[in-house]
């Protein structure tokens, strides 16, 4: 299997972005990657790693596309950008089954959009992140970010896609999917949600609960979570934020008094474990559902950690028949 990694972009790039490439080939001994970026640069950072294999190949691309960029002007002006090279590839060669980008979330949205093409019947693709949950499982959040405005159409296909995808890529059998609401309530919400409700309900293709409250999200009880991209986003950074602020209460509450940090060397490996499970990092990043190709959107902020849980994403998306099953979801819903 062959996949893109933009290697320009992210806060942490290109060290994190080379070092999780590196990991990856690793992990996976059918993968090879292609390297986008200042080709100069990406090669001394492979030194600095000592890696000599030859699973990867560097395509030069010296420009950078920055938060700062508006989409369409990214896509237009910077077609030597890591990001727009990468996509560009990826419309071309059919060997090449996805991108892994840490970069500006708007530019990529577009670009794969307008590059790459959505599966038939998909108005338009939308971001999946996963969180943990209490009982040790995960909750997908679709969309968190894609589609600001949105049609109750578009809520039926976000619980089809999020469906195909915690299926095929994490083996969640009959995945439970929850209307993000005001309340549990059928009636409950503004017109979009009430109007989606039944549109979900009467779907045989996904197994929908009911409407959920911000809450339950990390409870254990829902798979997916389906909203429009305003709320989405909304509800995982103030669920990401919580928990970030939580640690350092704790951590600022140990270090207060004597009797606490003894406490706290008896619970160390406790703490540590805690601390990795909140750590948002290790879930890998936003998937772009929707797409005729993988799209992976890791975190502005990811190390070569999650740079390589983010193409582990890729790799298991590619290697699944997604795609084919969300076709046929869509062809019964749509006669």
């Not at 992140?129 to 600001?148: E, H, R, Y």
């Not at 549109?199 to 429009?228: A, P, W």
């Not at 997604?322 to 749509?334: T, V």
Request: aromatic share 6%; proline share 3%.
């Amino acid at each position: 299997m062959k996949l893109i990694v933009d290697c320009f972009g992210g806060d942490k790039s290109p060290a994190a972005n080379v070092e999780g490439a590196v990991l990856a080939l690793k992990e996976h001994n059918d993968l090879s990657l292609i390297l986008t970026g200042d080709e100069t640069i990406i090669k001394n950072e492979l030194d600095r790693l000592g890696y000599t294999g030859e699973k990867f190949e560097i395509v030069h691309a010296p420009e950078v596309i920055t938060g700062e960029d508006k989409p369409t002007d990214a896509i237009r002006l910077k077609k030597e950008s890591s990001m727009i090279k990468a996509i560009a590839m990826l419309r071309k060669d059919p060997e090449i089954s996805g991108v892994v980008s840490t970069g500006a979330t708007g530019a990529l949205i577009a670009a794969a959009t307008l590059r790459i093409g959505r599966i038939r019947g998909i108005r338009r693709p939308a971001f999946c992140p996963l969180l943990p949950t209490m009982d040790g499982g995960i909750v997908g959040i679709c969309d968190s970010g894609a589609n600001v405005d949105i049609t109750p159409e578009m809520l039926l296909h976000q619980a089809i896609l999020g469906s195909a995808y915690l299926k095929n890529v994490y083996g969640v059998k009959n995945p439970r999917v929850a209307l993000l609401n005001v309340g549990v309530e059928s009636e409950k919400g503004d017109d979009l949600r009430k109007k989606a409700y039944p549109m979900l309900r009467d779907c045989d293709s996904i197994n929908f609960v009911g409407n959920m409250e911000s809450r339950d999200l990390l409870s254990g009880k829902y798979d997916l979570v389906v909203c429009d991209g305003f709320s989405g986003n909304v509800l995982v950074k103030t669920t990401e934020g919580t928990a970030l602020e939580l640690l350092k209460k704790l951590k600022k509450d140990i270090y207060s008094k004597t009797i606490y940090k003894i406490g706290a060397l008896l619970m160390k490996k406790m703490f540590m474990e805690e601390k990795e499970f909140m750590n948002y990092h290790n879930y890998g990043g936003s998937v772009l559902l929707g797409c005729e190709k993988t799209i992976v959107k890791g975190h502005g902020s990811s190390d070569a950690n999650a740079v390589r849980i983010c193409i582990d994403q890729a790799y298991k998306m590619s290697a699944g028949a997604m795609n084919a099953e969300i076709e046929k979801a869509l062809e019964k819903i749509n006669g």
